[in-house]
């Protein structure tokens, strides 16, 4: 079975678990694909949880989760030194981020501290404790849920935090065929416990390097500099895209492609994850009406895409 195949099949097994929401699952699995992390925001019980689970069943990841409270400790995330007496030294404690698949629940109800012991993972894939550096175990995923801002007892994330996401997704509440199909299947017991692994951590390596090999030409890459630009040039933003972001959006336009059945990159792939890539990285200006999203879809509709031939 080829690489293609394999992404397939791991859509299908994940959609026992998930009723509706291909355009989320779909981008959370490219950003897997393309080795970044995902932020899933939206209200609670709309499945956040649930895909989450899925995937890391589906893909057969070493799963840990973590509630995200105030009395969360950045030493529960990172782990911590410990005196073992009987050997007369200090012996390191894993921390809940050692593991294929970091699901941070409700990450925006933890303190400024707590939420930033997470980058060093997430950035440089490894945690430092007491001046000493540990590797993650790879592959390594965070995928974070948080809850509108606003929500009782959250607070905003700060914009170094949010840079280390690829995406930020939204899935919004089912359509009411949708909700049937989901009681349907709670009624008949049906859940978690049906979906299967497809790969093993092997296979999805395969997958992440098929997805290296996408080709994207010098014209796409021109169009992914001028949407970025244009965010830095926008009227209604104190701060547009980092270059970061520019590297994010080229690595999941290649996974796009890559799922779309393509071995290179068109402007419609940039186009698909452009929004979900750039919103969350802009920052309006005081008093602007506009929101993050409102601009990146402002942006992509006056970027002139190239035409390919």
């Given at each position: 079975?080829?690489?293609?195949?394999?992404?397939?099949?791991?859509?299908?097994?994940?959609?026992?678990?998930?009723?509706?929401?291909?355009?989320?699952?779909?981008?959370?699995?490219?950003?897997?694909?393309?080795?970044?992390?995902?932020?899933?925001?939206?209200?609670?019980?709309?499945?956040?949880?649930?895909?989450?689970?899925?995937?890391?069943?589906?893909?057969?990841?070493?799963?840990?989760?973590?509630?995200?409270?105030?009395?969360?400790?950045?030493?529960?995330?990172?782990?911590?030194?410990?005196?073992?007496?009987?050997?007369?030294?200090?012996?390191?404690?894993?921390?809940?981020?050692?593991?294929?698949?970091?699901?941070?629940?409700?990450?925006?109800?933890?303190?400024?501290?707590?939420?930033?012991?997470?980058?060093?993972?997430?950035?440089?894939?490894?945690?430092?404790?007491?001046?000493?550096?540990?590797?993650?175990?790879?592959?390594?995923?965070?995928?974070?849920?948080?809850?509108?801002?606003?929500?009782?007892?959250?607070?905003r994330l700060p914009d170094s935090q949010l840079d280390r996401f690829m995406l930020r997704l939204?899935?919004?509440y089912p359509s009411p065929a949708e909700e049937l199909e989901l009681l349907r299947r709670k009624?008949?017991?049906?859940?978690?416990?049906?979906?299967?692994?497809?790969?093993?951590?092997?296979?999805?390596?395969?997958?992440?390097?098929?997805?290296?090999?996408?080709?994207?030409?010098?014209?796409?890459?021109?169009?992914?500099?001028?949407?970025?630009?244009?965010?830095?040039?926008?009227?209604?933003?104190?701060?547009?895209?980092?270059?970061?972001?520019?590297?994010?959006?080229?690595?999941?336009?290649?996974?796009?492609?890559?799922?779309?059945?393509?071995?290179?990159?068109?402007?419609?792939?940039?186009?698909?994850?452009?929004?979900?890539?750039?919103?969350?990285?802009?920052?309006?200006?005081?008093g602007a009406e506009w929101s993050g999203r409102t601009i990146a879809a402002e942006v992509l509709?006056?970027?002139?895409?190239?035409?390919?031939?």
């Amino acid at each position: 079975m080829n690489e293609r195949d394999l992404a397939a099949q791991v859509v299908a097994e994940v959609k026992k678990a998930v009723v509706g929401k291909d355009s989320s699952l779909m981008k959370l699995l490219a950003a897997i694909l393309a080795r970044g992390h995902v932020l899933l925001e939206d209200i609670p019980g709309v499945g956040k949880t649930t895909l989450a689970l899925a995937f890391g069943k589906a893909l057969d990841l070493r799963f840990a989760r973590m509630q995200f409270t105030p009395d969360v400790m950045p030493s529960d995330i990172t782990g911590f030194n410990l005196y073992n007496k009987a050997a007369g030294q200090m012996e390191y404690q894993s921390g809940a981020v050692m593991c294929n698949l970091f699901l941070a629940d409700e990450l925006n109800r933890a303190t400024s501290r707590t939420q930033s012991a997470l980058l060093e993972a997430m950035e440089e894939g490894q945690v430092t404790v007491d001046g000493v550096s540990r590797p993650v175990p790879q592959p390594f995923v965070v995928i974070a849920t948080q809850n509108p801002a606003g929500a009782s007892g959250t607070q905003r994330l700060p914009d170094s935090q949010l840079d280390r996401f690829m995406l930020r997704l939204s899935m919004g509440y089912p359509s009411p065929a949708e909700e049937l199909e989901l009681l349907r299947r709670k009624q008949y017991g049906g859940g978690m416990g049906g979906v299967e692994r497809v790969v093993d951590r092997a296979g999805l390596e395969r997958m992440r390097q098929a997805v290296d090999r996408v080709h994207i030409s010098d014209e796409v890459l021109s169009y992914i500099v001028a949407l970025v630009g244009a965010t830095r040039k926008h009227p209604h933003l104190l701060q547009g895209a980092s270059p970061r972001a520019a590297l994010a959006v080229a690595a999941a336009s290649r996974a796009a492609a890559f799922l779309r059945g393509r071995d290179y990159v068109v402007p419609e792939d940039v186009q698909a994850m452009w929004r979900d890539v750039a919103a969350h990285r802009l920052l309006p200006a005081p008093g602007a009406e506009w929101s993050g999203r409102t601009i990146a879809a402002e942006v992509l509709r006056t970027v002139e895409p190239p035409r390919i031939k």
